[in-house]
């Protein structure tokens, strides 16, 4: 989720400064009444853009200060529109800039467009960052090995990707594989070779990927790195098969640590979930258990971050996932906490291996030019999965790869899915970004905030073509709505009129949603914030099946790990356009009926416990209100902390609410009260 400021009134704001030793010799009465306003209200400012951030925010995270500190201000949350990107304070070192360079100690700076520069002392400039040792070689601390292996469906038939993470530079590096199936058809051993990258931002490793050809529809492969000490298996399923549902495990806002879905073992108290972590616990539930699916697909907010600790956590969630994503394709598109720059140069470099039919084909990044994985387009068996980044709406994007050039490329893929339908007849649509959404009234699903700049070019597109399906995260939850269109829905599955929309971002993170506060709309047939993913199993041209399985580790018996708690069949015989004529013109449900069934709120025990529940059968998020409405904000507030000081005591700490200060997930009430 993106956190959007809130400016404090009168906050002095830096917008025309020269470098950063003119910016530190500014006004410091000015400085000093700003800093101390900010500190009266228990919040630290960022004197590049004269914001003021809450604490337990993510920007509380960086060395955020009043300049009289003598530093340079954090790269990562400030707009810093006065910075000078060449200047540096000797007298700081290791100070950072709002451009990504760093300084050492004689006042070089080290910026992450040039990676290899050296600097009078020797050090080497590596991701934006003055490291010692030799440019060029591998760095102390980085991945060490063949690690991070993941698969990836291949561009052509026949073939598939797999990429992993080294400190190798070696121009090629061997795969072997060969067919392991009982009755092999090419017996043949094969070798592929990898490529080689350098990902010199926010610390060293070289990615690489490989492809597999002259792989056999439905037969099973192992396969193995020339140095890594193991190997793995993978079945090639790229076409439906009569009589076998072809399933599709479906997720968002995944981290590094919290990743309750990936297995039961996973904790909040560490970054490490890795195959022996899992293995210590129930290993028959969870994403885990889940290899015998045809695709995994993560739809945006990776590891939390990926440019964490010098990459560090990025490469830990890589390695927590091989576990899966070594054996079933793992198919991505890009989220919000992939948009600065050195975390999308992560996203693009780790997942160069899909099978990107973007136009433009390459994309630049601080890491060089690759494969474009902004918007891409293949097929899943009777699916045509069509991945979008939502943050091409929000600044993300270059000259040549933009908005525009989406839209036209969209257009055409749309035309040609819709002229093979009789050989694939479902089409998906994913993001990271809400186009339907009912957990907030702010932003991020709100009409005329970031859902309504989305939603007013894809849903026009999605009903002339006939997307069966949109899904995307975002939401630290799930969400089913009704077949909807310009607002007014149907009750059913059955030849839906028009496309229904699933928010499914309950993987696992530090952020924790709030409870449901907010009425539940007629379009929205059912929503939980328990953590969770999703299971599409399509049986046939006409037929799926959706679930929503619950990982939650919080406030249920681990009976309840890997229960379903939501599902629904689609039946679809109409494939194509929608017709204008049979769009909804009502709504599914009775606009104001919040019938407790169809939310599904994991802090209701906890709320009953803290005095909140007034025993009725009505819906929590009611009761809720009534309870603001009686006590007021502050002491719906302090309940709020307390539900997060339970979970936090529950599973080890590092839980935040998500977007704390009201932007999205519930009232806001939380940031009110801390701030």
């Not at 490469?315 to 989220?335: C, L, R, T």
């Not at 908005?403 to 093979?420: G, M």
């Not at 009425?519 to 059912?526: E, G, V």
Request: net charge negative; charged share 20%.
């Amino acid at each position: 989720m993106m956190h959007v400021p809130l400016l404090l009134a009168g906050v002095f704001a830096v917008a025309s400064a020269g470098p950063i030793h003119d910016v530190i010799s500014l006004n410091l009465t000015a400085v000093a009444t700003t800093c101390a306003a900010c500190v009266s209200a228990d919040q630290v400012w960022c004197y590049h853009d004269g914001v003021c951030y809450p604490h337990g925010s993510k920007a509380d995270t960086q060395p955020f200060s009043c300049p009289g500190s003598d530093r340079c201000a954090s790269n990562k949350n400030c707009k810093c529109t006065s910075c000078d990107d060449k200047t540096c304070q000797p007298k700081v070192p290791n100070a950072e800039s709002c451009h990504g360079w760093t300084c050492n100690v004689n006042g070089q700076y080290c910026p992450p467009q040039v990676p290899g520069a050296t600097a009078p002392n020797g050090d080497c400039c590596v991701g934006g960052t003055w490291v010692p040792g030799v440019c060029g070689t591998p760095q102390p601390g980085a991945v060490t090995g063949p690690a991070q292996v993941h698969l990836a469906l291949g561009k052509d038939p026949g073939t598939m990707t797999v990429s992993w993470a080294s400190n190798s530079t070696t121009t090629v590096t061997p795969v072997r594989y060969h067919c392991i199936s009982a009755d092999c058809k090419d017996q043949t051993p094969h070798t592929a070779y990898g490529d080689s990258r350098p990902l010199n931002v926010a610390g060293y490793r070289v990615t690489h990927v490989a492809t597999l050809e002259h792989l056999v529809e439905g037969e099973r492969y192992t396969y193995a790195i020339d140095t890594y000490n193991k190997s793995f298996s993978f079945t090639y399923r790229t076409q439906h098969v009569e009589g076998r549902p072809d399933v599709h495990i479906i997720f968002g806002d995944m981290g590094a640590s919290h990743a309750f879905s990936l297995c039961l073992a996973c904790t909040a108290g560490s970054a490490t979930c890795d195959e022996h972590v899992c293995a210590t616990n129930a290993t028959d539930k969870g994403l885990i258990a889940e290899t015998d699916a045809d695709m995994f697909l993560h739809v945006g907010d990776f590891a939390y971050n990926f440019d964490s600790d010098g990459g560090s956590l990025g490469d830990m969630f890589m390695q927590n996932i091989e576990q899966v994503a070594s054996k079933v394709p793992y198919m991505v598109s890009h989220g919000n906490h992939e948009d600065s720059d050195s975390n999308l140069a992560h996203f693009i470099e780790r997942f160069r291996g899909m099978p990107s039919n973007a136009v433009p084909a390459n994309v630049t990044t601080l890491a060089g030019e690759t494969t474009n994985t902004l918007y891409y387009s293949w097929d899943a068996g009777l699916v045509h999965y069509i991945a979008i980044s939502t943050e091409l709406w929000f600044g993300v994007g270059t000259k040549d790869v933009n908005l525009a050039s989406f839209k036209e490329w969209l257009k055409k893929d749309l035309e040609a899915a819709n002229q093979n339908r009789e050989n694939v007849p479902w089409v998906v649509a994913h993001g990271h970004r809400d186009i339907y959404c009912s957990t907030t009234d702010d932003d991020d699903c709100n009409t005329l905030g970031d859902a309504g700049l989305v939603r007013a070019v894809l849903e026009p597109l999605f009903f002339e073509y006939g997307v069966d399906i949109w899904i995307n995260g975002h939401e630290h939850s799930y969400e089913r709505t009704y077949p909807l269109y310009q607002g007014k829905s149907v009750a059913s599955y059955v030849n839906p009129p028009c496309t229904f929309y699933i928010v499914t971002g309950a993987a696992g993170s530090p952020e924790m949603h709030e409870g449901f506060d907010n009425k539940q709309p007629s379009w929205s047939a059912f929503r939980s914030n328990t953590f969770g993913y999703s299971r599409m199993s399509v049986f046939n041209s006409t037929h799926l099946y959706w679930e929503q399985v619950q990982t939650d580790p919080t406030l249920f018996p681990t009976s309840d790990y890997g229960r379903v708690i939501d599902s629904v069949w689609v039946t679809q015989e109409n494939h194509g356009p929608f017709d204008p004529k049979r769009a909804p013109n009502s709504t599914a449900w009775p606009v104001g009926d919040e019938t407790p069934s169809r939310t599904d709120d994991h802090w209701e025990p906890l709320l009953k416990q803290f005095g909140v529940d007034d025993g009725s059968d009505r819906a929590m998020s009611a009761i809720i209100r009534d309870y603001k409405a009686k006590h007021g904000h502050k002491a719906w507030a302090e309940v709020e902390d307390k539900l997060l000081t339970y979970a936090n005591g529950f599973l080890g700490g590092g839980l935040t609410y998500e977007d704390v200060r009201g932007d999205g997930a519930s009232s806001g009430d939380w940031f009110r009260w801390k701030a």
